[in-house]
Every structure is written in C-alpha cells, then in structure tokens.
C-alpha cells in the first residue's frame, strides 16, 4: 500500500488511497476501486461506487463475479508501457521459437553441446496475431521492425500499416493457413474459450509455433501438448494458465518444445498504472467520458 499511496501522491492524485481492507474505510464513502480479482460480492457493497478500475488489460477476473454492479463503468487498462512490454515479449517469444531456445536452455542445464541450425529467419516466418486491440497493434510493430511479415485476425477489420487484416469467422481459416508463428492476444469471452484446441491448431502449417499470451482460459493444454508431440506444433510460448500458479506436477513444465513463463508478458510498473488512473479520475471529475471502458454485450 504505501507503494500505491506514494504512487498516486507522486501523480498528483487528490484522492486519499486506502487499501481494499482496511476496516476504518466507509464503504459509502468508496467512489473508485482499482482491482485485478476482487471476491465475488466486495463490489456490489460499496453503494457509492462510480467507477471501477482493472488493474490488468483483461478484466476477466473482474467481470467473473456474479455480483457485479454492471451499472457502474469498468475501465480497462491499457497504457503506452503495457503494450511496450507486450511488444518486447511477443517479439522475444517469436524469437525464442526461431531460435530454439527451449532445446538450447535444456542443453546449457546439461552442459551438452548440442549444435543445430534454426532453420527459417525471421522474414520467411509469417506471425498470425489473433486480436488486434492495444497489445496486438504495439506486437506487430515490433515484429515488423525486424523483419516479421505479420497477419492478424480480429473481429472486425483492421488498418494497420503493413499488417493484412482478416476478420470473423469466414477468414479465420485463410488466417490460420497463412500463419507460421501464432500469437493469441484475444480477451476471455464465451467465444475465445478453447479456441486454441485441435480443429484451429489442424487448420496451421505442420510445424508452426505457438504463443499464448492472452488467457488460459483459450487453450486445451491437453490439444496443445499432443501437436507438441506429433510435431504438428515445432514449439510453444504459454505465458498463461487455467490454474495459476501452474501446479509443480503438471506436464506443461517439463515438456521439450515448451517454454513455460509465469503470466508475466506485460505488467507496467505501480507508477505507471497509479499516474495513469489518477489521470482518468481527474477526467471523470471534469464530467469527461472514460476510454477503453469494458462493454458487457461484447464480452471485453
Ligand atoms: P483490446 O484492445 O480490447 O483488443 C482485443 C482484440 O481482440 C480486438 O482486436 C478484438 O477485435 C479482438 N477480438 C475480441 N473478440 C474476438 C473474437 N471473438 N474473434 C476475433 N477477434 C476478437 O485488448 P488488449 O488491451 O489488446 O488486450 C487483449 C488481451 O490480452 C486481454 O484481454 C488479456 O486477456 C491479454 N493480456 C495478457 C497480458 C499478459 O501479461 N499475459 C497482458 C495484457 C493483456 P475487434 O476490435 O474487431 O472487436
Ligand atoms: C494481464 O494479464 C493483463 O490483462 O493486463
């Protein structure tokens, strides 16, 4: 907490933060609440509520609780910095699968000499990104800038410079087809679930890679697991899980041709998320609407 207090101080903020249990707060008196995955219920006590704050982009953890006042705006996050770090991890991840460097971190921890050669480069290697928003949009530029031709499938059609866009469920095939590397930056809806299993992993080139930075809740790591094996999948990025923390046991750790990163892809620093909603709540006080806030119909 008082990394936050300092934080929203240092953003010029005139709210006083508390944290989220502290037993001297008035729940009347909350008008704003910053939150990742609040308990179901906590929200809706808070009678006075105008705006709530996600913490993350996806806000999947949020809108799970039955209880949510749906009257009151939800606003995304989406800074400059997350969709930097976005850009930096999608392109380390790309890079990673080009590389090989699942086979050659294993080989290091043995101290075995295992020389190979990466066979394709970075402008043979088409990157399919699925979901073009905030984080897709920063992604392709970085991959583009060293030489990734990228695609991207959205559910509307997008323009973004040098990018072919393709949309709905007509052109996810022609999507798939087209894509060496895929990278699914899409939000949790009823849609998204398990949209990363067998019938779109069969739809890619024999051989492509895989990475997941969107939510486990878009993948059966099972299907994943079994291209892995059959090398319908070369290699696989997942930066998240159904369960998180991945449990010790499960068979996603210690898989040859995956690299297992715990959710940690993109995270701007407390400063950087205090300054930028202490910025919104100045707008909403000036009786300016909110960005990027969540639309209940659309599921993100
Ligand atoms: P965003 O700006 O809202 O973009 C979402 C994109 O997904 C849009 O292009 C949207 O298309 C597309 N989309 C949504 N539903 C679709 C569907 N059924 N079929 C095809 N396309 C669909 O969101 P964002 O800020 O980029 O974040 C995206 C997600 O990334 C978050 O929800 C979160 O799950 C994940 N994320 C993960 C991390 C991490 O650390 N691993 C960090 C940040 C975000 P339209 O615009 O055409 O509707
Ligand atoms: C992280 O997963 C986010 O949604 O920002």
């Not at 866009?165 to 398990?194: N, Q």
Request: charged share 20%; aromatic share 8%.
């Amino acid at each position: 907490m008082p990394d936050w207090q300092r934080a929203f101080a240092a953003a010029g903020a005139t709210v006083d933060v508390r944290w989220w249990d502290d037993a001297t707060v008035d729940p009347a008196a909350v008008r704003y609440v910053l939150v990742w995955d609040p308990e179901p219920g906590r929200l809706a006590k808070l009678p006075k509520l105008e705006v709530i704050f996600g913490s993350g982009a996806g806000v999947d953890f949020i809108t799970a609780d039955p209880d949510l006042p749906r009257h009151v705006p939800l606003v995304r996050m989406a800074t400059p910095g997350a969709a930097q770090r976005m850009g930096e991890f999608v392109t380390w991840a790309a890079l990673s699968l080009l590389k090989g460097a699942r086979r050659i971190g294993a080989a290091q921890a043995e101290r075995r000499w295992d020389y190979f050669e990466p066979e394709w480069t970075a402008p043979e290697t088409t990157v399919g990104i699925m979901g073009l928003g905030h984080m897709g949009a920063a992604a392709a530029r970085m991959l583009q800038g060293i030489g990734f031709p990228v695609i991207a499938w959205s559910r509307t059609p997008k323009q973004v410079p040098g990018v072919r866009s393709y949309a709905g469920g007509a052109e996810r095939d022609a999507f798939l087809t087209a894509t060496r590397i895929l990278v699914c930056l899409l939000p949790a809806t009823p849609e998204t679930r398990h949209i990363l299993a067998k019938p779109l992993l069969d739809a890619l080139p024999d051989g492509a890679g895989l990475v997941n930075v969107g939510r486990g809740s878009q993948q059966k790591i099972e299907d994943i697991l079994a291209a892995l094996d059959s090398g319908k999948l070369s290699g696989a990025v997942l930066d998240v899980f159904d369960q998180e923390p991945l449990p010790p046991e499960h068979p996603a750790w210690t898989h040859p041709k995956l690299l297992v990163t715990p959710h940690l892809a993109s995270l701007p620093p407390r400063s950087e998320r205090a300054a930028h909603v202490a910025k919104l709540i100045a707008a909403h006080e000036r009786g300016e609407a909110l960005p990027n806030t969540y639309d209940h119909a659309r599921g993100y």
